[in-house]
């Protein structure tokens, strides 16, 4: 009995461990469910977390013997709550932060005050019997969510049984290590969207003195995503793209407005001070410890270079170019064409897809471009989105 409670530590860390790294937040939630139900051999079980409102929302549903397993938050379907009261089980657990262990819902004491809730049984055919409630408590006594267990499975008979003392303890602390994980991918995502946000916002700082919207950054950066995505890039390198790639043209900020806004021609003086924004924008960005700044240093650097080696500043050539530039190349011009600008009017999207295909070989990697018309059906579609 003693190894085999420490075998259940054993495990029990491993399990906290693998929690914390998965950053995913609904991919957790499944799995918090299920390693509580896999420690005690609970057939089915419904995690509830705590929101905003102070309600309970039901938000992964598990059950092995109806062959249904769940995950309700983040996928769009209709919430469900239920009040943080003592008038339903795990509402009472949420509200007072104590374990229920309860050896058979449908044998309740009149004077417990609160009552099973059987409409699920009703409706599904399924029986509850025993029920281990836990309360998901960070260490400073948050209750984040409630793990609710339903029948605990006998390991050799099978047999419905009740929840052991040991396997409450084990599950309370496994609910409070899954709190703290749950807490952490939390944080992530939220100084996540912080960090995207920060990067769209100086984005559209430089975007803002040349063409008064964001517009052509925010189709620049899923026009660069759809190609990446079209070359197999890695999803992890999509993402870092699609924010990269926003900042192409933020070295356009040092350069005054008597370039950036002349609707003539530029002198060719002009068009070279115009050509520095490559370079600037690289050194502004330059010297990041942060993977993301690093792909947009280089983007910044060489979204100009052509294929050919005849672009600017450094007049690289072929794969002397970062892909995520030759990739950024195909997406700034094919925007930039199908533009109007204040120095020039706008081609049809014909002629744009034209000029591509002309110019693969030349001003652009040939693979890039036909990447490009791989995901033509996107490029529409992101083209189509009307400017903000
Ligand atoms: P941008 O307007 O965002 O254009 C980016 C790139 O798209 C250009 O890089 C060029 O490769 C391509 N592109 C844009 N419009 C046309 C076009 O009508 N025909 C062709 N063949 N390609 C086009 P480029 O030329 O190095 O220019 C960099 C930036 O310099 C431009 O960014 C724009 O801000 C500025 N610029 C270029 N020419 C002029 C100009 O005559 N007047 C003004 N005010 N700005 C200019
Ligand atoms: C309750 O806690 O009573 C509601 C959840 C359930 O139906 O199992
Ligand atoms: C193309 O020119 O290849 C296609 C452009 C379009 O979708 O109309
Ligand atoms: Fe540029």
Not at 333 to 347: E, G, H, M, N, Q
Request: aromatic share 6%; glycine share 8%.
């Amino acid at each position: 009995m003693e190894s085999d409670l420490s075998e259940k530590f054993r495990r029990l860390v491993e399990v906290g461990l693998a929690l914390t790294s998965e950053r995913d937040v609904s991919v957790l939630l499944g799995r918090i469910l299920f390693e509580a139900r896999r420690f005690t051999g609970a057939e089915a079980g419904t995690l509830y977390l705590v929101i905003p409102e102070g309600k309970l929302l039901f938000s992964v549903v598990q059950n092995d013997k109806l062959g249904h397993s769940e995950v309700l938050v983040g996928n769009g379907s209709q919430p469900i709550t239920i009040g943080i009261s003592p008038t339903s089980i795990a509402g009472l657990v949420a509200g007072t932060g104590s374990t229920l262990n309860i050896p058979d819902v449908h044998d309740l004491p009149e004077s417990c005050g609160f009552h099973f809730d059987s409409s699920f049984d009703l409706k599904t055919g399924y029986c509850s019997r025993s029920m281990l409630v836990v309360p998901m408590k960070t260490p400073d006594g948050t209750i984040v969510g409630v793990i609710q267990l339903i029948n605990a499975r006998h390991p050799e008979t099978g047999e419905v049984t009740t929840f052991s003392k040991e396997n409450e303890e084990l599950v309370l602390c496994l609910a409070s290590q899954a709190a703290v994980a749950l807490n952490n991918a939390k944080l992530t995502s939220e100084l996540q969207l912080a960090y995207s946000e920060a990067i769209h916002r100086l984005a559209r700082a430089a975007e803002f003195r040349d063409h008064d919207t964001g517009a052509h950054i925010e189709r620049v950066s899923r026009y660069a995503a759809a190609i990446a995505e079209a070359l197999e890039l890695p999803s992890a390198e999509v993402s870092k793209i699609l924010l990269a790639s926003t900042l192409h043209d933020i070295g356009k900020l040092a350069i005054p407005d008597s370039i950036l806004q002349k609707p003539e021609k530029l002198t060719s003086g002009e068009y070279a001070e115009m050509q520095c924004h490559a370079k600037l924008g690289a050194d502004l960005l330059a010297g990041s410890e942060n993977p993301t700044l690093r792909l947009a240093a280089e983007i910044a650097y060489c979204h100009h270079e052509k294929w050919d080696g005849t672009g600017y500043p450094r007049g690289l050539r072929g794969d002397e170019i970062p892909l995520s530039a030759q990739i950024c190349a195909v997406a700034d011009v094919f925007d930039a064409l199908a533009s109007a600008r204040c120095y020039k009017t706008a081609l049809s999207l014909e002629d744009a897809c034209e000029f591509l295909r002309k110019e693969a070989g030349h001003h652009f990697s040939p693979r890039v471009v036909k990447a490009f018309f791989e995901v033509m059906d996107k490029i529409t579609k992101i083209r189509g989105v009307p400017s903000v």
